[in-house]
């Protein structure tokens, strides 16, 4: 009856992320060393990912309610969402007249410690602003003059912010462009996004999307050297509340999977990737595509399996299909290293029947460099080809080779369903895998990844290729 009486308690606290129980133990003031215990015991049960039904019995059951109470509270205190939130509530109730004397006093106290490093400055300057006309018109001079000091004194400040947000979206957009393929130099933003993070006067937002956008800039170009330096500052100011939320922090545990993924810590990447999704957020598809691939990796296939069924009710949710058709990409992949050749196929084939025009907008290499992989275990040489001729594959993967790094599995998986069915002969057959890897002698990754290919089907292909897969 004790286990269960604290099986609330032990739900919540599986939920809760190191750096959140890392800044409650550097702000609790506890007086009563059992709280203290018990905030110790989460604290260990987070960062190691142990059981969380392992609390003490013994200790009165009010007191892990109480300190229940006292985390969301705390936690709620700094939460940079839960800020936004209320000037976004705050500026709607003065524009229809709305706002009430308490209310009122927390603007005042938030003048008091606001400055450009606030997480969400500009969007409190803005509020400022509405209310500093709410008062001018009500006569009320002493408060209009405590909101115009603010104003006056930041006006530089938060023009400068304005603008910092403008560049921003152009680094970003240089940024995904690059990242989509497109000829955009995303490297020329890296020491000015490292100024921003570094400058402890800017906006705390703006700080960790500039980090955010060095990352990309890190994983596209695989160099991991560029952040490797940057993430002890940006835990630094989650540590100490400046720029926590749950949301932003689960965002940056899969910034951190990729990071060690960049570096082949895969084993590392797994532990931030299973942080990332603790919670669920807008992104939680994304991250979970992101574990699944590196639980792959490590062959920790099984795992991946299970993990992809049991986040299946984000696909349902999500609009954004550069997450869905990669989670449909995992997905199949998972389900065909555990030889679940025909499930992979018909999930697949259900998928693109359904969302063809997205499948071939966002992500189709990879859509279809495993759905393919599943009919030739399947022996759908007859579809493949079909499934060629409706999309023109080769020519898309003709057209978009350049783009990102290529990868030969499209084309081979034609070429060997084209030689099952006779249309193409031995020779023919050699010559391409013999035109292949010249294409890939400067790119010693995917000249791996087609040897293992042809190492995988050697069986189906003529005898000579076997000098190919070594």
């Not at 700094?78 to 229809?96: A, F, G, N």
């Not at 350049?402 to 060997?416: A, E, K, V």
């Amino acid at each position: 009856m004790a286990k269960k009486a604290l099986q609330s308690f032990a739900d919540f606290a599986s939920k809760l992320l190191p750096h959140e129980t890392g800044y409650l133990l550097q702000i609790q003031k506890f007086e009563d060393p059992e709280r203290l215990e018990i905030l110790k015991k989460i604290h260990d049960n987070v960062r190691h990912s142990i059981d969380h039904n392992n609390f003490d019995q013994s200790i009165d059951k009010r007191k892990y309610n109480h300190l229940k109470n006292w985390i969301i509270d705390q936690l709620n205190k700094v939460d940079v969402d839960v800020r936004l939130k209320k000037i976004h509530e705050l500026s709607y109730k003065i524009r229809v007249d709305s706002i009430v004397y308490e209310e009122e006093k927390l603007i005042f106290a938030q003048l008091k410690k606001t400055d450009p490093s606030y997480f969400f400055f500009k969007e409190f300057y803005e509020l400022v602003l509405s209310y500093r006309q709410f008062l001018l018109i009500r006569l009320r001079y002493r408060d209009h003059d405590l909101t115009d000091d603010f104003i006056k004194k930041y006006k530089d400040e938060y023009q400068l912010t304005k603008d910092l947000f403008v560049r921003l979206h152009d680094a970003t957009y240089d940024i995904v462009r690059a990242y989509s393929g497109n000829k955009a130099d995303s490297l020329k933003w890296e020491n000015w996004l490292r100024d921003v993070i570094l400058d402890e006067k800017k906006q705390g937002f703006l700080r960790y999307q500039a980090f955010v956008n060095l990352m990309f800039i890190s994983h596209n170009h695989k160099r991991p050297d560029l952040v490797s330096n940057l993430f002890h500052v940006i835990e630094f100011h989650f540590l100490n509340g400046n720029f926590y939320s749950k949301r932003v922090l689960l965002n940056y545990y899969n910034m951190k999977l990729m990071y060690h993924a960049g570096l082949r810590e895969y084993e590392e990447a797994v532990k931030y990737g299973y942080l990332s999704i603790r919670d669920i957020t807008h992104d939680s598809l994304l991250y979970t595509n992101n574990l699944c691939a590196v639980l792959m990796r490590l062959n920790r296939n099984e795992e991946a399996l299970k993990l992809m069924q049991q986040q299946s009710h984000l696909i349902k949710t999500s609009k954004n299909y550069y997450n869905r058709v990669g989670y449909v990409a995992f997905y199949m992949e998972a389900m065909i290293k555990n030889g679940k050749f025909r499930q992979a196929e018909s999930y697949g084939e259900k998928f693109l029947n359904a969302y063809k025009d997205e499948v071939l907008q966002f992500r189709w290499h990879l859509f279809f460099s495993i759905f393919l992989e599943a009919m030739v275990h399947n022996k759908s040489f007859e579809k493949i080809s079909r499934i060629n001729s409706k999309f023109k594959l080769l020519d898309l993967h003709e057209k978009h080779s350049r783009n990102f790094s290529y990868n030969p599995s499209i084309p081979f998986f034609i070429q060997l369903s084209f030689y099952q069915m006779t249309k193409v002969k031995s020779d023919d057959m050699i010559a391409f895998l013999e035109h292949t890897l010249n294409q890939l002698n400067e790119n010693p990754e995917e000249e791996k990844k087609l040897k293992k290919l042809i190492k995988t089907w050697i069986r189906h292909l003529p005898e000579r290729a076997a000098k190919f897969g070594r």
